[in-house]
């Protein structure tokens, strides 16, 4: 007779979500398309015994699962992959293609490691139901679609979400990251961006090349609204603020010898502070207006706002009371405060929502031994500025240790905000 250990329990689970992980990876899904993705958590839900909700802000999936009273606590991991083309040369890798939200034919890659989140958050969901006296209170856990256009939390909000749910104590998340596997990162406050994208049109009059004394031309008018933008940060944030301006792109005619009529700026804006973040917005109205108005442009300019996302404030008790439950996975001296991330993420929309701290966290994904000789946080820094970073096609986190680290510490955070078992 073969008798079967807990390790080899273990083992074997751990060993189904390594293949869970390939095959989410091999098969990502866009924004508010993540139905076969969704199809597979609503089952895993279901399987370990957590009341499903689906269509959650149209693709989310939310598993409840009730201990009793005591506290809730919100776990919650992002689906959706990106536009990219995968260089990674992986076994695993995706030949998926999709339809992005212009209805143009796109490659498609889980470039910014949302696969491993959520199989970090099913690994967590089935250690959690599988203690039945370990823990009291509720599990509200969320799949969130669409991080990626910054529209999935608030299409979850939107949808009612926290009338469908109790509302959390707490919200604990995790972000893979080009940090060594092993190592967390967690900062109190201010800890990812900001974000505004922003659509400008600028009208002008076109015509003929050859005749700009009948024009008005908005290339002109684009290129100076483009230039006077990079004094924005340089001239209008003080030197102790911290924010990102760019101008993706300039959109503009299909001739040489014709001026267009309008041209587009695609711009995005990247801050912490809400004073500063609103200061910029508004230089950005003030000198796209100026321009038009420099240039003689028949019309006014347009400026859309085409996503936006506050910043991530973790909460400083939240995320001291979480820190020693990280540590016991990694390890004393391993979870380290990365600085601020000017990548942006809206799980900040879920907490503001449910009136909840937030405390969320960045998952080391890289391989350790690139780390070799690496002492001390700058050192890291260093070495992670030469790798493939989140949205590379080249970027594809070490399945081990990861997954098992992501694992665990979703749950050792969990366990630390729910009540005690007996």
């Known amino acids: 007779m073969v008798m079967t250990t807990q390790d080899d329990v273990a083992g074997a689970t751990m060993s189904r979500l390594e293949d ?9 899904e866009l924004s508010f398309s993540e139905t ?8 895993w839900l279901d399987g370990h015994g957590y009341r499903v909700l689906s269509g959650v802000g149209g693709t989310g999936v939310v598993g409840i699962l009730e201990r009793g009273t005591g506290p809730v606590v919100l776990l919650r991991a992002d689906m959706d992959a990106l536009p990219v083309q995968e260089a990674t040369g992986l076994p695993y890798a995706s030949a998926v293609r999709g339809v992005d939200g212009d209805g143009r034919e796109v490659p498609v890659m889980h470039a910014c490691g949302h696969d491993m989140h959520v199989t970090c958050l099913l690994g967590a969901a ?13 599990l509200v856990l969320v799949f969130q679609p669409a991080e990626e256009v910054v529209r999935g939390a608030q ?21 893979v990251a080009p940090l ?72 503009a005619g299909n001739k040489a010898n014709i001026i267009p009529d309008r041209a587009e700026l695609l711009v995005n804006v990247r801050s912490y502070d809400p004073v500063v ?34 910043a991530v404030v973790n909460d ?55 780390f070799a000789g690496a002492d001390g946080v700058e050192a890291i820094r260093q070495v992670t500025a030469r790798l493939p970073s989140n949205h590379s096609p080249y970027y594809a986190p070490v399945i081990q240790p990861t997954l098992a680290i992501g694992v665990g510490a979703l749950e050792a955070a969990a366990r630390e905000w729910l009540a005690k078992g007996p």
């Open 180 to 251: 060594p596997a092993g190592v967390l990162g967690v900062r109190s406050g201010p800890a990812f961006a900001a974000t505004d994208s922003l659509r400008i049109t600028m009208t002008g009059a076109g015509g003929h090349g050859s005749r700009p004394e009948a024009t008005v031309d908005p290339v002109v008018m684009a290129a100076a609204t483009v230039m006077r933008l990079q004094t924005v940060v340089s001239r209008e944030v003080a030197g102790t603020d911290t924010a990102v301006l760019t101008v993706g792109a300039l959109r």
């Open 316 to 370: 400083p008790g939240a995320v001291e009371r979480t820190r020693a439950a990280l540590e016991s996975v990694v390890g004393p001296g391993r979870v380290v405060d990365p600085g601020p991330v000017t990548g942006s993420e809206d799980v900040g929309v879920l907490a503001a929502a449910g009136h909840a701290p937030c405390v969320f966290w960045l998952l080391g994904g890289a391989d350790p031994v690139a």
């Open 36 to 43: 076969r993705t969704s199809a597979l958590i609503s089952a």
């Open 126 to 138: 089935q250690r959690l139901a599988a203690d039945q006296a370990g823990w009291g209170g509720t």
């Open 277 to 310: 973040r609103a200061g910029i917005l508004a230089a950005i109205g003030r000198i796209v207006d100026a321009e038009a108005a420099a240039s003689g442009a028949p019309a006014a300019p347009q400026i859309e706002s085409i996503e936006t996302a506050p």
């Open 20 to 28: 869970v992980y390939r095959d989410l990876h091999s098969h990502p």
């Open 155 to 175: 299409a979850m909000v939107d949808d009612l979400l926290f009338e469908r749910v109790p509302r959390p104590d707490v919200v604990l998340g995790q972000h």
